[in-house]
C-alpha cells in the first residue's frame, strides 16, 4: 500500500484542504497493489483548477452564488425536486475551501452540501426551501479578482418587477410628495472602490444611502426610496428602473473615490455631460470607466440591453431640462458639503462626466463621490458614525433647498 507521504512532500500535503486530501486518498486506492505508477487521472490532479473562495449574497428576487476558480473550468448545474435542490458540478476541480462550510442565512437556501462524486469532480448540493430558476455565468479574471463562476438562483413565486421594490402606482395625484431615490452604488458581488483598510465602497455608500434616506423621510412632503438595501448586486439599468417606477424627482448616487495617489482626497458632486461624453481629464476617465464596469462585473453587457434609458444619449428638450435642473441640484449639494466640517472638497464646481447610471432623460440625476478611500485620512472618516451622519446632513440640507426653490413639494 503506497503511503500519502511517498506521493506528496510534506510541504505538499501541509496545503491540501480536506477535500484534496480525499481526492488524492480517492487516487492512491485507484492504484494496483504494489504498483509504483500513477494513474493518468492522477497524474492530471496537478493541473486541476482549484476552487479558492465560495461566497453568497441575499437580493430581494434571488441568491447569488459566486466561486471564486483559478481559472475557467466546465461546469454543470442540475435542478432536483422533491425536495427543491440544485447540485452544482464544477469539472476538472479540487476545493482548496468547502462549500458547506460557509456561513448563511437566506429564505432560498436551506443547506448546503458538498462531495466528491468522482476524482475531479467537485459537487455542491443546495437544499431549497422553494423552487427557483437557476442560471449562471462565467466572470474573467479582472483587477485583483480571479476567474468567478456566478450562480443565481432567482424565485419563482413572488418576484419582485424591480429589485427591492414592490410595483407603484404611476398616480401622482395620489399624493404630492417629492420622491427622491437614493442609488448606493455597486453591491454584492461587485465592492468598488477598497479603501487602505480593507473598508468596502459598497458597505459605505449603503451606510451613508440609509442616513440620508432617513433624514429626507422625516421631512414633510419629501419620500426617499433605495435602488438597494442591502448588500446584493444591482445592475445600472435596474437602478434607473427603480427610479422610473417611483417617478423619482430626484435621482442621487453614492459612492467613495480611489486614485493610485493616496494624497488624492476629497468631495465630488458629478452630472451627466450633454451627448454622455466626459468632460477632457483623465482621472474622471479613468473613474468614469470604473463606475461603468459595474454591469461587467455582474455579469450584464450593456451593448446587449435594449432599454434606450441605459444606454441611450440624451437627445430631446426634455432630456436638457434635466441636465439643467441637474446642474443646479448639483450646486446646491456643493454648497452645503462645503460647509460640513472635515469635508475637503475635490473640485469646486459640478463636474461632467459620462456615468451610465445617470442617463435618466426624465429625471435630474446626479453622482457623489464622497472621499477617497485611498487616503488613511478620509477612509477613517467614512467608516465614523458622525462623520456619515454629517454627509447624509448636507445632501439632505441640499435635497430639500432644490426641492423648495423649484417647486416640487
Given at each position: 500500500?503506497?503511503n500519502?507521504?511517498?506521493v506528496l ?8 484542504s480536506?477535500?484534496?486530501r480525499r481526492q ?9 497493489v ?8 492522477f497524474?492530471?490532479a496537478?493541473r ?30 442540475l ?16 476545493a ?5 462550510t ?5 429564505p432560498?437556501?436551506n443547506?448546503v452540501?458538498?462531495g ?8 455542491t448540493?443546495f437544499e ?6 437557476p442560471?449562471?455565468?462565467f ?12 450562480v ?10 424591480t429589485?427591492?421594490?414592490?410595483p407603484?402606482?404611476?398616480?401622482r395625484?395620489a ?23 480593507g473598508?468596502k465602497?459598497k458597505?459605505v455608500?449603503?451606510?451613508v ?23 446584493y448586486?444591482?445592475?445600472l ?8 417606477n ?8 453614492l459612492?467613495?473615490n480611489?486614485?493610485r495617489?493616496q494624497?488624492?482626497k ?8 450633454e ?30 440591453v ?9 437627445m ?33 464646481k ?11 432623460p426624465?429625471m ?6 464622497l ?8 477612509e477613517?472618516l ?7 451622519n ?20
Open positions: 500500500m503506497i500519502l507521504k511517498s512532500d510534506k510541504k505538499t500535503e501541509s496545503k491540501l480536506p477535500l484534496q488524492v486518498l480517492q487516487g492512491i486506492a485507484a492504484m494496483s504494489g504498483s509504483m505508477v500513477l494513474p493518468p487521472s497524474a492530471h496537478a486541476l483548477n482549484r476552487i479558492t473562495d465560495v461566497r453568497m449574497w441575499t437580493a430581494p428576487d434571488h441568491t447569488r452564488l459566486v466561486f471564486d476558480l483559478e481559472r475557467n473550468t466546465r461546469h454543470q448545474l435542478q432536483l425536486r422533491n425536495p427543491n435542490r440544485l447540485v452544482v458540478d464544477l469539472m476538472d476541480s479540487v482548496g475551501v468547502d462549500p458547506a460557509m456561513g448563511f442565512s437566506d432560498i437556501v443547506r452540501r458538498s466528491i462524486p468522482r476524482p475531479g469532480i467537485i459537487r448540493v431549497l426551501k422553494t423552487g427557483i430558476k442560471r449562471s455565468f466572470l474573467k479574471a479582472s483587477g485583483e479578482k480571479p476567474p468567478r463562476l456566478v443565481d438562483l432567482v424565485r419563482v413565486e413572488g418576484k419582485s418587477k429589485p427591492g421594490d414592490q407603484v402606482s404611476h398616480d395625484t399624493s404630492r410628495d417629492a420622491v427622491v431615490v437614493i442609488d448606493p452604488g455597486h453591491g454584492g458581488i461587485d465592492p468598488g472602490a477598497v479603501g487602505l483598510n473598508t465602497e458597505d455608500a449603503l451606510q444611502a440609509k442616513r440620508l434616506a432617513r433624514k429626507i423621510n422625516s421631512m414633510d412632503g419629501f419620500k426617499a426610496e433605495l435602488t438597494r438595501k442591502g448588500d448586486f444591482v445592475s439599468r435596474d437602478r434607473v428602473s427603480v427610479a422610473r417611483h417617478q423619482a424627482d430626484l435621482f442621487v448616487s459612492h467613495a480611489a486614485f495617489l494624497s488624492a476629497g468631495t465630488s458632486v458629478y452630472m451627466l455631460s451627448g454622455g461624453k466626459p468632460s477632457p481629464d483623465k482621472a474622471i476617465r479613468r473613474l468614469e470607466q470604473r463606475e461603468n464596469s459595474s454591469d461587467l462585473i455582474g455579469g450584464v453587457k450593456l451593448s446587449h435594449a432599454d434606450p434609458t441605459v444606454r441611450g444619449i440624451l430631446d428638450l426634455t432630456q436638457r431640462d434635466s441636465l439643467n435642473r441637474a446642474l443646479v441640484y448639483g450646486k446646491k449639494l456643493l454648497g452645503e458639503l462645503k460647509d460640513t466640517p472635515q469635508v475637503n472638497i475635490h473640485f469646486k459640478v463636474k461632467q462626466a459620462g456615468f451610465a447610471v445617470l442617463k435618466a426624465d435630474p440625476s446626479i453622482l457623489v463621490e472621499a477617497f478611500l485611498t487616503n488613511k485620512r478620509e477613517r467614512l467608516r465614523n458614525d458622525s462623520h456619515q454629517a454627509l447624509a446632513s448636507a445632501l439632505a440640507a441640499g435635497t430639500k433647498k432644490f426641492i423648495r426653490a423649484t417647486g416640487l413639494a
